[in-house]
């Protein structure tokens, strides 16, 4: 196993947040953009009811066995692995994509806040650039040490132009402790599911394409409800999860049936206590 090396294990563990990893060269990040962009072209009209957009933010790695082979990457595997163990689980993978000038924004939050997850420790995002996510491309911004705190509180904006589904903010950041996560394709950054993060809007002339594996341990209990995720590294023996395989191909009609049954179950856990409709994803995160 390669992995993150000592230093970049501690500042994770100090931080909740390391970046740049290189994972993979930029022309290997360029096939895998290819690729995606493909599959918009082809699939634009998406499947099973659901649009592309949806597949592409909530769980499309039931559906879209692309996004299967990019949360098996080896590399990624072994970073993620360095932080979370050799038992590893894959709960979500999303496309998050901003286009030059759309204005979308993704607001101050913590990732765990409606997950239904608690406060693990058990949890990391790997971030994995597929275009030159530059500062000027509206890059992840962090609070470092943010996550060594609990949950706080966040309000529900429910903004058309935030990619994230409540529109969910933490109010009264300190903008001046924000440290910009710049990354080329190719490179990701690990975070913690409560490190502050957000991400401007796209002012740079392309596609800001990013691809967000959310990796868990069998460790992990839901506390509101068993919920489902997919092994893709040694065993899940505590069986606290619904463990579910990768795609049998592209949007094959019995994924599509797993997948609704898998949007059902988490759709009421992230709806939970809202004052508003919520949907999986924001309509403004189009591909």
Not at 5 to 11: C, G, H, V
Not at 60 to 76: D, F, K, M, N, T
Request: glycine content about 10%.
């Amino acid at each position: 196993m390669a992995g993150l090396d000592q230093a970049q294990i501690a500042q994770y563990r100090a931080e909740g947040v390391v970046h740049p990893v290189r994972v993979m060269d930029a022309a290997a990040a360029w096939t895998l953009r290819q690729r995606v962009e493909e599959l918009e072209a082809a699939q634009k009209n998406g499947a099973g009811g659901h649009d592309l957009a949806q597949f592409f933010r909530v769980n499309g790695q039931l559906v879209i066995p692309l996004l299967v082979e990019i949360a098996r990457s080896p590399a990624i595997l072994d970073a993620a692995e360095s932080l979370l163990g050799p038992n590893l689980l894959v709960w979500s993978v999303e496309l998050f994509i901003k286009e030059p000038g759309d204005g979308t924004i993704v607001s101050w939050h913590q990732d765990l806040t409606y997950w239904g997850m608690g406060e693990t420790d058990e949890e990391v995002t790997a971030w994995l650039a597929l275009s030159d996510v530059s500062v000027e491309a509206g890059c992840m911004r962090f609070i470092p040490g943010s996550h060594m705190g609990g949950i706080v509180a966040h309000e529900d904006t429910f903004s058309d132009s935030n990619l994230l589904s409540r529109g969910q903010e933490i109010g009264g950041v300190d903008e001046s402790k924000a440290v910009p996560g710049p990354l080329r394709p190719g490179e990701m950054s690990l975070h913690h599911g409560r490190c502050f993060h957000a991400s401007a809007p796209n002012r740079s002339d392309d596609r800001r394409i990013g691809c967000a594996i959310r990796y868990v341990t069998p460790d992990v209990r839901q506390g509101l409800a068993r919920d489902y995720a997919m092994l893709v590294r040694g065993q899940d023996a505590m069986q606290g999860w619904i463990n579910v395989a990768g795609p049998r191909g592209l949007f094959d009609p019995r994924d599509l049936a797993l997948y609704d049954e898998v949007l059902a179950a988490q759709s009421a856990t992230l709806a939970a206590g809202a004052e508003g409709s919520v949907a999986m994803y924001q309509t403004g995160a189009k591909p």
